[in-house]
């Protein structure tokens, strides 16, 4: 099993900037993908960022141009950091991890990221 620990979710103002990050518990010797996905209330959720392990990225359309994905492959470790951040980003940010080869899908608890004034 594997464990997806999130951080660095918040509120700020709009224009402003937030970095979040998700530690995984381990390690993997195969081709996997790390990403973020975001569901608001009343809505699916959707794609907002992923990266493969090595180092191809996805952006939702929402975010390209602000949000930006990378990871570090001997930490475990992905980060999106958000610029630009509009009310809309609302929403809570899930941590995902895929490890097609294996059939391995996780998943994080969530952190909020509120944008208000």
């Known amino acids: 099993q594997v464990q997806l620990v999130e951080s660095g979710g918040g509120l700020v103002q709009p224009g402003g900037s937030l970095r979040l990050s998700c530690a995984a518990s381990?390690?993997?010797?195969?081709?996997?993908?790390m990403g973020w996905f975001r569901q608001a209330p009343g809505n699916k959720r959707e794609l907002v960022a992923t990266?493969?392990?090595?180092?191809?990225?996805k952006y939702g359309d929402s975010v390209k141009g602000r949000f930006t994905i990378s990871r570090d492959n001997a930490k475990n470790t992905v980060f999106l950091q958000m610029n630009s951040l509009k009310p809309e980003d609302t929403a809570v940010y899930y941590c995902?991890?895929?490890?097609?080869?294996?059939?391995?899908?996780?998943w994080g608890q969530g952190t909020q990221v509120t944008v208000s004034s």
């Open positions: 995902n991890l895929k490890v097609p080869i294996l059939r391995e899908d996780y």
């Open positions: 381990r390690s993997f010797f195969s081709s996997n993908t």
């Open positions: 990266i493969s392990s090595g180092g191809s990225t």
